[in-house]
């Protein structure tokens, strides 16, 4: 802390003498934490104890968030080429009346929740030497976010029902049965995307093939 020199000088007709006396605090710290959005608290002790200065959190997913239902279909793709799999593509898509097209509780929140738009697509993917699984996708689009958040804890549910699969509108796979054991799903603001990984009969795929593709549909 500096020191200021002090004159010798007449006060209330008693003479003081010259001397030196501390200057000034220092607020540098406290003015700062204001102006960053810190607030400040003094203790008994004059002390002044900061609590932690706030910034923004990140949303996840930002700088990848998919724009609109057929984007998702679109990245998902190229992943899966990209690592080697053949892959062979169906899709619909419809203005509202999810409620048309999907079952069980999902159906009952669809009747009170309508959605904007839905993306459905199936996919069989495949590699040399090896066996096929179908894939099942739909992307929902509701009108806001909350909406949509609480779409994804319903159907995230197992046993709460979903969009129909679209494999099983195609008779060479209405015998693939979707469990929901292989299941993954994710949100893009109002999208909310589920897929369903199931092998073709006769195929047996492992674990980690199965976790790929899923993984790769999300990334």
Same mark, same amino acid.
């Given at each position: 802390?500096?020191?200021?020199?002090?004159?010798?000088?007449?006060?209330?007709?008693?003479?003081?003498?010259?001397?030196?006396?501390? /200057?000034?605090?220092?607020?540098?710290?406290?003015?700062?934490?204001?102006?960053? #959005? /810190?607030?400040?608290?003094?203790?008994?002790? #004059?002390?002044?104890?900061?609590?932690?200065?706030?910034?923004?959190?990140?949303?996840?997913?930002?700088?990848?968030?998919?724009?609109?239902?057929?984007?998702?279909?679109?990245?998902?793709?190229?992943?899966?080429?990209?690592?080697?799999?053949?892959? @062979?593509?169906? @899709?619909?898509?419809?203005?509202?009346?999810?409620?048309?097209?999907?079952? #069980?509780?999902?159906?009952?929140?669809?009747?009170?929740?309508?959605?904007?738009?839905?993306?459905?697509? &199936?996919?069989?993917?495949?590699?040399?030497?090896? /066996?096929?699984?179908?894939?099942?996708?739909?992307?929902?689009? &509701?009108? #806001?976010?909350?909406?949509?958040?609480?779409?994804?804890?319903?159907?995230?549910?197992?046993?709460?029902?979903?969009?129909?699969?679209?494999?099983? @509108?195609?008779?060479?796979?209405?015998?693939? @049965?979707?469990? /929901?054991?292989?299941?993954?799903?994710?949100?893009?603001?109002?999208?909310?995307?589920?897929?369903?990984?199931?092998?073709?009969?006769?195929?047996?795929?492992?674990?980690?093939?199965?976790?790929?593709?899923?993984?790769?549909?999300?990334?």
């Amino acid at each position: 802390m500096p020191r200021i020199s002090v004159r010798e000088y007449i006060r209330n007709g008693t003479k003081v003498r010259a001397h030196t006396r501390g /200057g000034p605090r220092r607020r540098t710290s406290a003015v700062v934490a204001v102006a960053l #959005g /810190g607030s400040i608290a003094l203790g008994g002790g #004059g002390t002044a104890a900061f609590e932690g200065i706030s910034t923004p959190k990140p949303r996840p997913r930002t700088a990848q968030s998919a724009k609109s239902p057929v984007e998702v279909e679109l990245r998902a793709v190229a992943r899966w080429r990209s690592r080697g799999y053949q892959v @062979e593509v169906q @899709e619909r898509s419809q203005l509202g009346a999810c409620d048309d097209t999907s079952y #069980g509780d999902v159906k009952r929140f669809f009747a009170a929740h309508p959605c904007r738009t839905l993306h459905r697509f &199936m996919a069989e993917l495949s590699k040399p030497r090896s /066996g096929s699984v179908v894939v099942a996708v739909s992307t929902v689009d &509701m009108p #806001g976010i909350d909406s949509a958040k609480e779409f994804k804890r319903l159907v995230d549910r197992h046993g709460t029902g979903n969009v129909l699969e679209l494999p099983k @509108e195609f008779r060479k796979y209405r015998k693939v @049965e979707f469990t /929901g054991h292989r299941y993954d799903s994710w949100r893009d603001d109002n999208l909310v995307t589920n897929i369903q990984v199931e092998p073709v009969a006769g195929s047996k795929l492992g674990l980690f093939t199965i976790t790929e593709i899923l993984s790769l549909a999300s990334s």
